[in-house]
């Protein structure tokens, strides 16, 4: 699996589709996911863990691309709902990165591999 990482509006889809084409997966706003998993009162951890399992079980997790924003820099947000978001998106990009076989961070559309 690939992660794909940056700030909000970086060109991070636009450098997945650019840089993996033929064969690939791209799911672009993973971070989305999670919110809407929070929102339903699911375990956006668990839901990551389980992505990967299937992903590995079906044979195509090396094409995998996950595109993530980076939520955690900035203000603390006072709503506690948005606080728990931010940190379990951090969480779940940090377990993704941990299971990645590479991770790209993406800055005015430039994408540099940290892992």
Do not use: W
Request: aromatic share 8%; charged share 25%.
């Amino acid at each position: 699996m690939i992660l794909i990482i940056g700030g909000a509006y970086q060109g991070k889809f636009e450098y997945a589709k650019a840089n993996f084409k033929e064969g690939h997966q791209i799911i672009n706003n993973f971070h989305k996911y999670v919110r809407k998993t929070m929102q339903q009162g699911g375990d956006p951890e668990l839901e990551a863990k389980q992505l990967m399992n299937k992903a590995v079980l079906a044979g195509n997790a090396d094409k995998l691309v996950l595109v993530s924003d980076e939520v955690g820099s900035g203000i603390v947000p006072i709503d506690a709902f948005e606080r728990e978001f931010r940190e379990k998106n951090g969480r779940v990009n940090c377990y993704l990165a941990s299971q990645a076989e590479q991770v790209i961070r993406v800055t005015a559309g430039i994408g540099t591999r940290i892992k």
